[in-house]
């Protein structure tokens, strides 16, 4: 690389932004990667013994390169799509536009929250983050919206590796929308430090083949079988189970869907001739 004089616009430093994307691309591979193997070895000893639908394994499903790819761009694009909105939200809502003052406000968080014990903000974080996505999905699920979601309930085999099945546009409104809210009312960002990994293993574990119920604990957190409801079709339990953690919210707002001694099957949307390529499903809601 040729040397540049410091601050020195040109085409170097064009190339320096470059790496150091394609560094923080790697950084986030690197890091997705031990934790995405302990997930595939934990569950498929899980499933070997407790699956909700036996049959083909995790890794012999046909659209595993589709997952696979969900599975590792997906934290690219969300880390992007959230350093992207907390910019703008500081800048208009706090006319914060320096680097230096961005760094200072998302620090250690702000406000009366960010003075919380992090174990209550980490609490606070789940119930807000939960509430907002409780309401999200159901709009992702409404007629205008559906087509971004669509991705998410096209797998036919539900798996672990299914979490991540999520369009960029239901991302950015759902999931990256509400940490950014939650950041911007004061929240420490250390909370993702703990939160983080425990929400790509439990998001893992609810798409995971088990036919756990988790019993009396049903209400208190999501669980394989009460999301796999919400994978079936609409006039079976899809238009039910909202709820990402917590599924006393639906109960709360008449959602909930677990009926006894029965298990759910039969995956996937009504729509014939869903692309099943990951360029062609981000694709998608642009053609229709
Ligand atoms: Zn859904
Ligand atoms: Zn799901």
Known sequence: MLPTPDGAPGPDSIGQELLAFFINVGETFGKNLPISLMLAAVFTVLTWFWACNPGRPWWRKRDLVTDLCYWFFIPVITRYLRIGLLVVGAAVLFGITTANGLVAFYDNGHGPLAALPLVVQMGLFLIGEDVILYWTHRYFHGRTMWKYHAVHHSSEQVEWISAARFHPVN????????????????????????????????????????????GPFKYVVAG????????????????????ATFPILDVMFGTFYMPAGRLPDNYGIAERGYPESFPAQLARPFTQ
């Open 224 to 243: 394989p079988v009460f999301h796999r409801w919400h994978h079936t079709a609409a006039d079976r339990g899809g238009d039910k189970n909202f709820a």
């Open 171 to 214: 991302l950015f409104l759902g999931s990256v929308a509400a940490d950014v809210v939650l950041l911007l009312a004061g929240i420490s960002p250390n909370v993702f430090v703990v939160l983080g990994p425990l929400t790509i293993a439990h998001s893992a574990f609810v798409h995971a083949n088990l036919d756990w119920t988790l």
